[in-house]
């Protein structure tokens, strides 16, 4: 059985009585007002403070279980807590072993690793198992023998599918070497629970080491592995927040990652969205809603989407069904930006969304050409963000960003300014992702997006498919040929 490491509560916060809500006398919401009152200074002025939680700390980072990210998830939580009859709020704790230390030899010889999040601890002693095609199919754990240590490459799909397979299959221990460059610290199996198997302990080593091992294996040499790892179990929360006013049964879903990686204060990843979301939720408070408007601030997206995967995993189908379009936000402000939006339709890339996911990616395209007279252009729907949970539930999904490590092209500086040929971040997942990491004109314009699509569904879902059994019966089938692939992102953004 897969270890389950939760405690559990409602991921819904509690409805309140209707006479406590005061937003019954306020203006229903519209667009234009709720974008014209948003400001540059207030989103300036919160970077700064997230970047001083990073930086009042000796991690100088925001990383889930450090005091830089704790700070942050108390400061969203006293800004949502300072409308107490606008807003609920709930906290949804969840744990997670984050790898502490790891310790490797082959044939006695130390090499370097990093332990794997989310795998057990464990001092495990085995032969090496090469694992072919990257390990995400039950076929190709087929030469895994009883006590070994299986060897595969990180990708195509999360390695909790790999390391849970090669359990399946007898293996005691799992060497997994990064795609790219680099080492794997900080890495972790990126999914919490799977049905393929329990999890044994797990080292990460570079891609230049992997590939050494692998051509020796390969080669037909006899290696015995030690592996040694420990872990640190943190208890890290999502914030979910909800408008009193509104219906409850029909919401509109708006969200963006609390934390950062060790590298550095992820100012841009992901304080821009956090923020970007705080100040809709803020000016908010002076409209009334029709439909309900739910903020949520996920934890541990850094280490595989963890915390938006783990409230869909806790979430009944019955409560999913209100959810009529979840939108993420992920990186608002990169320095060398593009606005892009999810390809929700699959015109650009091939793979569309549950039903509604096109109708968002029209709507932001729209606003992005006739209301505000910007360029777009639309990225691959992939799942590398918080709304991948979603999207494999059948929940309708959207959503807007500015790029990350990507090479901006010649069309695209054409589009919208800054350099070709440099990464729209140059500082993603770096030390430098700080409070002048961030492009101000692109990210107000970013925060005017949410704000418009906050108070377009905020007012009514008509853009949407309306809520039926064919609709819902389309949705589900979607959510099925997604847990059929049994693939996943290959890293959180
Ligand atoms: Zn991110």
Same mark, same amino acid.
């Given at each position: 059985?897969?270890?389950?490491?939760?405690?559990?509560?409602?991921?819904?916060?509690?409805?309140?009585?209707?006479?406590?809500?005061?937003?019954?006398?306020?203006?229903?919401?519209?667009?234009?007002?709720?974008?014209?009152?948003?400001?540059?200074?207030?989103?300036?002025?919160?970077?700064?403070?997230?970047?001083?939680?990073?930086?009042?700390?000796?991690?100088?980072?925001?990383?889930?279980?450090?005091?830089?990210?704790?700070?942050?998830?108390?400061?969203?939580?006293?800004?949502?807590?300072?409308?107490?009859?606008?807003?609920?709020?709930?906290?949804?704790?969840?744990?997670?072993?984050?790898?502490?230390?790891?310790?490797?030899?082959?044939?006695?010889?130390?090499?370097?690793?990093?332990?794997?999040?989310?795998?057990?601890?464990?001092?495990?002693?085995?032969?090496?198992?090469?694992?072919?095609?990257?390990?995400?199919?039950?076929?190709?754990?087929?030469?895994?023998?009883?006590?070994?240590?299986?060897?595969?490459?990180?990708?195509?799909?999360?390695?909790?599918?790999?390391?849970?397979?090669?359990?399946?299959?007898?293996?005691?221990?799992?060497?997994?070497?990064?795609?790219?460059?680099?080492?794997?610290?900080?890495?972790?199996?990126?999914?919490?629970?799977?049905?393929?198997?329990?999890?044994?302990?797990?080292?990460?080593?570079?891609?230049?080491?992997?590939?050494?091992?692998?051509?020796?294996?390969?080669?037909?040499?006899?290696?015995?592995?030690?592996?040694?790892?420990?872990?640190?179990?943190?208890?890290?929360?999502?914030?979910?927040?909800?408008?009193?006013?509104?219906?409850?049964?029909?919401?509109?879903?708006?969200?963006?990652?609390?934390?950062?990686?060790?590298?550095?204060?992820?100012?841009?990843?992901?304080?821009?969205?956090?923020?970007?979301?705080?100040?809709?939720?803020?000016?908010?408070?002076?409209?009334?809603?029709?439909?309900?408007?739910?903020?949520?601030?996920?934890?541990?997206?850094?280490?595989?989407?963890?915390?938006?995967?783990?409230?869909?995993?806790?979430?009944?189908?019955?409560?999913?069904?209100?959810?009529?379009?979840?939108?993420?936000?992920?990186?608002?402000?990169?320095?060398?930006?593009?606005?892009?939006?999810?390809?929700?339709? !699959?015109? #650009?890339? %091939?793979?569309? *969304?549950?039903?509604?996911?096109? =109708? /968002?990616?029209?709507?932001?395209?729209?606003?992005? @050409?006739?209301?505000?007279?910007?360029?777009?252009?639309?990225?691959?729907?992939?799942?590398?963000?918080?709304?991948?949970?979603?999207?494999?539930?059948?929940?309708?999904?959207? !959503?807007? #960003?500015? %790029?990350?490590? *990507?090479?901006?092209?010649?069309? =695209? /500086?054409?589009?919208?300014?800054?350099?070709?040929? @440099?990464?729209?971040?140059?500082?993603?997942?770096?030390?430098?992702?700080?409070?002048?990491?961030?492009?101000?004109?692109?990210?107000?314009?970013?925060?005017?997006?949410?704000?418009?699509?906050?108070?377009?569904?905020?007012?009514?879902?008509?853009?949407?498919?309306?809520?039926?059994?064919?609709?819902?019966?389309?949705?589900?089938?979607?959510?099925?040929?997604?847990?059929?692939?049994?693939?996943?992102?290959?890293?959180?953004?």
């Amino acid at each position: 059985m897969p270890t389950r490491f939760f405690d559990h509560g409602s991921a819904i916060p509690a409805p309140q009585d209707a006479s406590v809500n005061v937003a019954r006398d306020l203006p229903l919401v519209e667009s234009n007002k709720l974008r014209r009152v948003l400001l540059r200074s207030e989103l300036l002025k919160k970077a700064k403070i997230l970047e001083g939680f990073a930086y009042a700390t000796p991690e100088r980072n925001r990383l889930i279980g450090t005091p830089g990210h704790e700070a942050t998830i108390a400061y969203i939580e006293s800004i949502i807590k300072s409308y107490p009859s606008y807003y609920t709020m709930y906290k949804q704790p969840f744990e997670m072993p984050l790898g502490t230390g790891a310790n490797l030899t082959n044939n006695d010889v130390e090499m370097e690793a990093f332990a794997v999040g989310i795998a057990p601890a464990g001092d495990v002693t085995g032969q090496l198992v090469y694992v072919p095609n990257l390990g995400c199919e039950t076929k190709d754990f087929a030469a895994v023998t009883k006590g070994s240590i299986i060897l595969v490459g990180r990708g195509v799909c999360k390695s909790a599918i790999k390391d849970a397979l090669g359990s399946t299959a007898g293996a005691v221990g799992m060497l997994v070497y990064n795609n790219v460059e680099g080492n794997l610290d900080g890495y972790s199996l990126q999914k919490i629970t799977t049905s393929e198997g329990a999890y044994v302990p797990a080292g990460g080593i570079s891609k230049a080491d992997g590939e050494a091992l692998v051509a020796r294996v390969q080669a037909g040499e006899t290696i015995v592995a030690h592996i040694s790892t420990t872990t640190k179990v943190t208890t890290t929360y999502n914030v979910v927040a909800e408008t009193i006013g509104g219906d409850h049964d029909n919401v509109i879903f708006m969200s963006g990652h609390s934390d950062s990686v060790a590298a550095g204060p992820g100012v841009n990843d992901n304080g821009s969205g956090t923020i970007s979301l705080l100040e809709v939720a803020i000016q908010l408070t002076a409209f009334s809603v029709n439909n309900a408007v739910r903020f949520a601030w996920w934890s541990a997206e850094e280490e595989g989407l963890l915390g938006a995967e783990y409230y869909v995993t806790e979430a009944p189908q019955t409560e999913l069904d209100k959810i009529r379009l979840m939108l993420d936000f992920d990186m608002m402000a990169s320095p060398n930006y593009a606005y892009q939006v999810y390809d929700g339709d !699959g015109s #650009a890339f %091939g793979e569309s *969304g549950p039903a509604g996911s096109g =109708e /968002a990616e029209h709507e932001f395209e729209r606003y992005f @050409v006739q209301d505000a007279g910007l360029n777009f252009t639309t990225i691959e729907f992939d799942g590398r963000s918080d709304y991948g949970p979603f999207l494999a539930a059948g929940v309708a999904t959207g !959503g807007i #960003a500015c %790029g990350a490590e *990507g090479i901006k092209t010649v069309e =695209e /500086a054409a589009m919208f300014g800054g350099q070709a040929g @440099v990464a729209y971040d140059v500082c993603y997942h770096s030390a430098c992702d700080n409070a002048s990491n961030v492009n101000v004109g692109a990210w107000i314009q970013m925060t005017k997006a949410i704000a418009h699509m906050t108070a377009t569904f905020a007012r009514s879902f008509d853009l949407l498919p309306p809520k039926s059994e064919q609709v819902k019966a389309k949705r589900m089938a979607y959510a099925k040929k997604m847990s059929d692939k049994a693939t996943g992102a290959l890293w959180g953004v």
